[in-house]
């Protein structure tokens, strides 16, 4: 598993942004930023929309004002599905990308099979990532939702 103090892998995610399909680079998207990025196990799932996603816009300006430059919500999930689930959200601060094979999340090592969602979904976590590097790393616990939330995050920085 990815950890504190390591280089974020190399990989490709997209994004669907005004109708058009973007592939994005990781070295590219980390480069000279402060970004945070939190994934999810699912778009559409009730404590990702209930309460993670919703988390991360309410508090997007506050971590603008700390310094970051981008806001990643991450998911295995298709480009289609994660724009849909930004919009119904008004996540408009928010970069929605999808990792729709998931080999990205298995480069990190924070993927996890899952019997109710079908195949391999992301592990929920939250992240500080600074010129590729991870500066700053919470992991929930299998069905919890404490420490990858956007106050933890604010409080870190």
């Not at 981008?70 to 959200?89: H, K, P, R, T």
Request: aromatic share 6%; hydrophobic share 40%; proline share 3%.
């Amino acid at each position: 598993m990815i950890s504190e103090n390591t280089k974020m892998p190399s990989g490709e995610l997209q994004e669907l942004k005004d109708g058009n399909m973007i592939t994005h680079n990781t070295d590219e998207l980390f480069a000279d930023k402060k970004v945070v990025m939190f994934a999810v196990p699912g778009a559409f799932t009730p404590t990702c929309s209930a309460a993670h996603l919703p988390g991360y816009v309410v508090s997007a300006d506050e971590l603008s004002a700390k310094g970051v430059d981008l806001i990643i919500c991450l998911s295995v999930n298709d480009a289609f599905v994660m724009n849909a689930w930004g919009e119904a959200q008004n996540a408009d601060s928010i970069s929605m990308l999808a990792d729709g094979d998931g080999s990205y999340t298995k480069a990190l090592g924070l993927d996890m099979a899952t019997g109710s969602f079908g195949g391999i979904r992301s592990q929920r976590y939250s992240m500080v990532i600074e010129n590729g590097t991870v500066t700053h790393l919470n992991v929930e616990q299998p069905k919890s939702f404490e420490v990858s939330k956007a106050e933890v995050i604010l409080n870190a920085l």
